[in-house]
């Protein structure tokens, strides 16, 4: 799950200019973390585009009500709806 300047973005304002994902999960496996920092290297992000530490400031989870923002064949990423 999204949040912050990459949710309001995609969700609200596309002008917004963000340089990283705030994250909202239960934790990242290996995999995933694999898999992000290759992203990085693929598209020459910063380490910490994919921030999980937003978990520290997201209501707990499960968040009532969060809006899809994509529905891929192995991903399903959906954004924190405002307010």
């Known amino acids: ?9 995609l969700l609200w304002d596309n002008q917004r200019i ?4 705030d994250v909202v999960s239960e934790g990242m496996t290996p995999l995933l973390r694999t898999s992000v920092a290759r992203v990085a290297r693929d598209y020459d992000l910063e380490p910490g585009w994919f921030n999980d530490a937003a978990k520290l400031k997201a209501p707990a ?3 009532d009500d969060p809006i899809l923002v994509f529905d891929g064949d192995r991903l399903r990423v959906y954004a924190v709806p405002a307010g």
């Open 1 to 9: 799950m999204i949040a912050g300047g990459a949710a309001v973005a």
């Open 18 to 21: 963000t340089n990283d994902v």
């Open 61 to 63: 989870l499960p968040i």
